[in-house]
């Protein structure tokens, strides 16, 4: 996944927003709400391209961080979960270098970490699972973000078309947490073609095509002469 992370001003940021993150009020703490509710509505949008705003979340957290007392962790339970589907990887952990050691140990806090690591090393059958476990009552801890699924299958899709060239269809409905059904109506939508054994070809990519390498070696002539010098006297 990809590990640059950008500051650019997302298109959907409002004026009021923008001028608040770039002015001398960025960090009053009586601006906490208007970014909070900025916050809401950016996990109200299930659009993957205009609902993370990086730098709007980071000031909120330094907010937090400047006045513990108006701290809201179900706020920061919301802002890690949109970094955690960022296309940038290194978004999850801006934020959590803003977060103290207690914050981290609360249980949703804590749940993220696990989920994290288990997307960093593309254990991502141990992710589903992990995410929504056995237990039907247990609220999730990505309640309340619309398109979370669909982000995260974006972004591990973009994984698989990065790294193999054929793939079973199998295979990659437990990536995704498909039936392979709807793995093979995924495939259809993306033009990949599949056969009759259930394999899905790539497309060629930069990143998923095998190039042979050639590895040379140069010895200058002196150096040569050296080593069978040395070789002679053994």
């Known amino acids: 996944m990809a590990s640059t992370t950008s500051f650019a001003r997302p298109s959907t940021r409002p004026d009021e927003i923008h001028s608040l993150l770039t002015g001398v009020e960025r960090y009053n703490p009586q601006k906490i709400g208007l970014l909070e509710a900025y916050l809401a509505h950016q996990c109200a949008n299930p659009d993957p391209a205009t609902n ?42 801006l934020c959590l270098y803003l977060l103290s ?29 992990e995410m929504y476990g056995d237990d039907d009552d247990e609220e999730s801890v990505v309640d309340g973000i ?37 793995v093979l109506r995924l495939a259809k939508e993306h033009g990949w073609s599949v056969d009759a054994a259930g394999v ?12 042979a390498t050639v590895i040379s070696e140069s010895v200058k002539f002196e150096h040569l002469t050296k080593l069978l010098s040395a070789a002679n006297d053994m």
């Open 52 to 93: 993370h705003d990086l730098m709007a979340n980071l000031a909120l957290l330094k907010m937090y961080q400047f006045n513990p007392a108006m701290l809201d962790l179900d706020v920061v339970r919301r802002v890690l979960v949109k970094a955690l589907i960022s296309s940038s990887q290194g978004d999850f952990n």
């Open 101 to 129: 050691d207690d914050i981290c140990k609360d249980a949703s806090v804590a749940k993220l970490l696990v989920l994290r690591d288990y997307l960093e090393k593309a254990e991502f059958d141990k992710f589903w699972s």
């Open 146 to 182: 619309a398109g979370f699924d669909s982000g995260l299958r974006r972004l591990i899709l973009a994984e698989v078309t990065s790294t193999y060239q054929t793939i079973q269809a199998k295979l990659v409905g437990t990536m995704v947490n498909l039936d392979e059904e709807a």
């Open 200 to 211: 899905i070809s790539l497309p060629l990519r930069a990143e998923n095509e095998a190039k």
